[in-house]
């Protein structure tokens, strides 16, 4: 059973930056697409970004097209989500996913094993 760890929240002003990390627990690790979704409180989950395992292709949301940067380091075992120009609108729970395809997944519920989530809060 693949397990992931989010690591890298915190408290940041805004326009600052931070750099998520998604650990995994298994060296296949290269084998799945890994995404990441943020839920603030009274609002649904959002898919922010994904990056496939068959090339590496990234996925970015609207909201944060040009701000984030999704990355791999399969020896590593890790996938990063580098976050800036931080806005107060980007504060929420983080969570990476892992699925098991060579492909980023259209919906949430395609994804086969989920991190904890890390908060991450932009504020003054």
């Known amino acids: 059973q693949l397990q992931l760890v989010e690591s890298g929240g915190g408290l940041v002003q805004p326009g600052g930056s931070l750099r998520l990390s998604c650990a995994a627990s298994e060296f296949t690790f290269n084998y799945y697409s890994i995404g990441w979704f943020r839920q603030a409180p009274g609002k649904e989950r959002e898919g922010v970004s994904c990056i496939r395992s068959s090339d590496d292709t990234t996925y970015y949301a609207d909201s944060v097209k040009g701000r984030f940067t999704i990355s791999r380091d399969n020896a590593k075992n890790t996938v990063y989500l580098q976050m800036n120009s931080l806005k107060p609108e980007d504060t929420a729970v983080y969570h990476c996913?892992?699925?098991?395809?060579?492909?980023?997944?259209?919906?949430?519920?395609?994804?086969?094993?989920w991190g904890q989530g890390t908060q991450v809060t932009v504020s003054s």
């Open positions: 996913a892992a699925a098991v395809q060579a492909m980023c997944p259209t919906y949430s519920y395609e994804y086969d094993y």
